[in-house]
């Protein structure tokens, strides 16, 4: 799940990282990530065997986003929360997640019902698809389309991330943001014994998104999102000049690197140790001037990427599967696929998420001036 919006310092937290205000290289890094993952969507349906798949770890970016989102909503909100109170925390987290949500879905069930290269199938009523897409747009879990690999969220896979997010975010509201940074380490700990387990007994760390791994979701954002917290809270911000660039080549070095036999243990290392550490140099770096601008704009499209670009990926696998394309054609349909992708995402934000939360955002302060 990738968390969304320009991270920048409360006026509450103005003593803490004060040459710090704006973390410019992580929300490059999250529009890289994002990037990443629509590749691998692409290449998974091509190279069934991960270790023919070049970008086979790309699904690591979702606990990058993860590391990510706890640092981002601890910087926010910790000495935010009690202030504004629960309910407006949840309301502002629903305005800025929730629109997409509802867009994905309505993109996935128009992808479901006019895909050039398979006809919906008898099964699938008016009342069925009703209640799958009723259940997408209100992020309930309910894996019962068998043509979409029983995903928890057919119409839309990428909500499976989401959908966690959503219970980190309550879990943060309720309790986290309230706990010392002592017991969260210790928490962490634990987290990271219950990641292994995982790691260890699946042999990786790609479950999370299906009926018969949903739990392994679970393990993945409750280590993730500590991890991310942990780095705020604990100030391990790390200065270096190693710039957007340098860090793109540090967070492509382990969304891209190979399959190796004992791999479940690599992507612990990577997800335990790797990332925390990536997320500590980006927030401890900055642009250059020529690039603040490709930061600025990579973190703005990468929500919008994550939730809209899978209506895409079920008519790619028909497509493929119907007419076998060489490597060639491939690349082209590939490289062009992710182009179209980057466009819809910014016309998605700027024609609809952007006017949607602003109008939400308006309404909200109406009602409470009233």
Same mark, same amino acid.
């Given at each position: 799940? /990738?968390?969304?919006?320009?991270?920048?310092?409360?006026?509450?937290?103005?003593?803490?990282?004060?040459?710090?205000?704006?973390?410019?290289?992580?929300?490059?890094?999250?529009?890289?990530?994002?990037?990443?993952?629509?590749?691998?969507?692409?290449?998974?349906?091509? &190279?069934?065997?991960?270790?023919?798949?070049?970008?086979?770890?790309?699904?690591?970016? !979702?606990?990058?986003?993860?590391?990510?989102?706890?640092?981002?909503?601890? &910087?926010? %909100?910790?000495?935010?929360?009690?202030?504004?109170?629960?309910?407006?925390?949840?309301?502002?987290? /629903?305005?800025?997640?929730?629109?997409?949500? !509802?867009?994905?879905? !309505?993109? $996935?069930?128009?992808?479901? =019902?006019?895909?050039?290269?398979?006809?919906?199938?008898?099964?699938?009523?008016?009342?069925?698809?009703?209640? /799958?897409?009723?259940?997408?747009?209100?992020?309930?879990?309910?894996?019962?389309?068998?043509?979409?690999?029983?995903?928890?969220?057919?119409?839309?896979?990428?909500?499976?991330?989401?959908?966690?997010?959503?219970?980190?975010?309550?879990?943060?509201?309720?309790?986290?943001?309230?706990?010392?940074?002592?017991?969260?380490?210790?928490?962490?700990?634990?987290?990271?014994?219950?990641?292994?387990?995982?790691? &260890?007994?699946?042999?990786?760390?790609?479950?999370?998104?299906?009926?018969?791994?949903?739990?392994?979701? $679970?393990?993945?954002?409750?280590?993730?999102?500590?991890?991310?917290?942990?780095? %705020?809270?604990?100030?391990? /911000?790390?200065?270096?000049?190693?710039?957007?660039?340098?860090?793109?080549?540090?967070?492509?070095?382990? =969304?891209?690197?190979?399959?190796?036999?004992?791999?479940?243990? #690599?992507?612990?290392?990577?997800?335990?140790?790797?990332?925390?550490?990536?997320?500590?140099?980006?927030? $401890?770096?900055?642009?250059?001037?020529?690039?603040? $601008?490709?930061?600025?704009?990579?973190?703005?499209?990468?929500?919008?990427?994550?939730?809209?670009? %899978?209506?895409?990926?079920?008519?790619?696998?028909?497509?493929?599967?119907?007419?076998?394309?060489?490597?060639?054609?491939?690349?082209?349909?590939?490289?062009?696929?992710?182009?179209?992708? #980057?466009?819809?995402? %910014?016309?998605?934000? #700027?024609?609809?998420?952007?006017?949607?939360?602003?109008?939400?955002?308006?309404?909200?302060?109406?009602?409470?001036?009233?």
């Amino acid at each position: 799940m /990738i968390t969304t919006g320009t991270i920048t310092a409360p006026p509450e937290r103005k003593n803490l990282l004060q040459t710090k205000q704006h973390f410019e290289i992580l929300d490059g890094l999250r529009g890289v990530a994002a990037i990443v993952v629509v590749a691998f969507h692409f290449l998974e349906i091509v &190279y069934t065997d991960p270790k023919t798949n070049f970008a086979g770890h790309g699904f690591l970016a !979702v606990d990058f986003f993860f590391c990510l989102s706890g640092f981002v909503i601890a &910087y926010a %909100y910790d000495n935010r929360i009690e202030k504004i109170g629960l309910g407006e925390f949840f309301i502002s987290r /629903i305005i800025r997640l929730h629109p997409l949500v !509802v867009l994905g879905s !309505v993109l $996935g069930l128009l992808a479901f =019902l006019f895909d050039p290269f398979a006809s919906v199938p008898e099964s699938y009523n008016f009342g069925k698809l009703a209640l /799958i897409f009723l259940a997408s747009i209100l992020m309930a879990p309910f894996p019962v389309m068998g043509e979409r690999a029983f995903n928890l969220f057919g119409l839309n896979a990428p909500c499976w991330s989401l959908f966690w997010e959503y219970v980190a975010n309550i879990v943060y509201g309720v309790i986290l943001w309230k706990l010392h940074r002592r017991v969260l380490l210790i928490l962490v700990i634990l987290a990271a014994g219950w990641l292994g387990y995982i790691a &260890y007994t699946a042999q990786n760390l790609m479950g999370g998104w299906s009926s018969d791994n949903w739990w392994h979701g $679970g393990a993945r954002i409750a280590f993730s999102f500590l991890a991310g917290m942990l780095v %705020y809270r604990y100030n391990m /911000i790390i200065k270096n000049k190693l710039g957007f660039s340098g860090l793109t080549v540090l967070l492509l070095l382990a =969304l891209l690197i190979p399959v190796f036999r004992q791999n479940w243990l #690599v992507e612990l290392v990577i997800v335990t140790l790797y990332f925390p550490f990536l997320l500590a140099l980006g927030a $401890g770096a900055q642009p250059g001037k020529l690039v603040q $601008g490709i930061c600025h704009f990579f973190g703005k499209i990468s929500y919008p990427l994550y939730m809209v670009h %899978y209506a895409v990926m079920w008519a790619f696998a028909g497509y493929y599967t119907q007419y076998k394309p060489g490597t060639a054609q491939l690349t082209g349909i590939i490289c062009i696929g992710l182009l179209v992708l #980057v466009g819809l995402a %910014y016309i998605a934000m #700027v024609a609809y998420d952007t006017p949607v939360r602003k109008y939400l955002t308006a309404k909200r302060k109406g009602n409470r001036a009233q």
